[in-house]
């Protein structure tokens, strides 16, 4: 039997829209209700430093209304670490954080940060939050994860997601390959970043990928088809791969 591949829905493009324009349309809660209702297991939300779509009032909101679990995804600050620890959601993710960039642009160089890491992680699982850090498709980085005795990580499938042809086989490859290392270290591995309707099949084939967790795409896909729709349609996808991979498998 295949393991149960998890959809981790991140909510953070509903709140740049609503920040657009101030007020409170469209509400992120709301839509981690709808995605809940959906098929969602998860809820992922980004609470950045210049607080550009999530607020800290978002997460108060979605730690008491929403009954999935939420991963909060967040720097390794100390502002963000207080901010963890007061709300104790599931998950934490941390991520590397840049003030000019678009969005997070690549995986937390966990081996380089290590003294930096080490009583951020600690200090979100002694208040038992379950902690991943959102790293390269690289064995280094997995070590580095294991050194900081984070349960979890996230692969980056970004660079998987834009390149094109060959190259997108070899990112897909790197990350097959990362994901085999991460169970052979007892790592629980994720994936996520730039995933689409286009994109999400070949990573749903890795069977020891867990979750996956999805934001922009199906915001903005939840335009053209609605978020109930789309966040169906993106579950489907998911399972009907989960499933061929298993089939091939024992066939
Ligand atoms: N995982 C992590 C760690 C992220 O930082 C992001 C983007 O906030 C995502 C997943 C979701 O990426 P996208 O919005 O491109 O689907």
Redesign the pocket.
């Known amino acids: 039997m295949s393991r149960y591949l998890r959809l981790g829905v ?1 909510i ?1 493009h509903v709140a740049t829209i609503r920040n657009a324009r101030g007020g409170e349309h469209p509400d992120p809660v709301k839509a981690a209700i709808a995605a809940a209702a959906a098929g969602a297991d998860g809820i ?1 939300a ?1 609470l950045r430093e210049d607080r550009r779509h999530i607020s800290d009032g978002d997460i108060s909101r979605l730690m008491a209304e929403i009954d999935l679990p939420l991963n909060l ?1 967040m720097a390794a600050t100390d502002e963000m670490l207080d901010i963890a620890l007061r709300h104790k959601p599931h998950a934490a ?1 941390i ?1 590397p954080e840049k003030r000019e960039e678009i ?2 642009e690549g995986g937390l160089d966990a081996r380089r940060l290590l003294g930096q890491l080490a009583p951020v992680v600690g200090e979100l699982s002694n208040a038992g939050i379950r902690v991943s850090l ?1 790293i390269e498709a690289d064995p280094a980085q997995l070590d580095a994860a294991v050194s900081l005795g984070a349960p979890v990580v ?1 692969i980056h499938a970004g660079a998987y997601c834009e390149a094109a042809g060959p190259a997108r086989a070899s990112e897909l490859r790197r990350i097959v390959e990362a994901a085999a290392y991460a169970e052979g270290l007892g790592l629980e591995c994720h994936a ?4 689409g309707f286009d994109t999400v099949g070949p990573i749903a084939e890795i069977e020891t990928i867990v979750e996956l ?5 199906l915001i903005g896909e939840a335009i053209f088809g609605g978020l109930d729709s789309t966040i169906k349609r993106m579950r489907a996808l998911m399972d009907n791969a989960r499933a061929s991979a298993a089939g091939d498998r024992t066939a």
Do not use: A, M, Q, R
């Not at 967790?213 to 795409?217: A, C, D, E, L, S």
């Open positions: 991140n953070d992922t980004h995804e993710c991520v969005t997070t959102f996230e996520g970043h730039g995933l967790n999805i934001g922009h795409f």
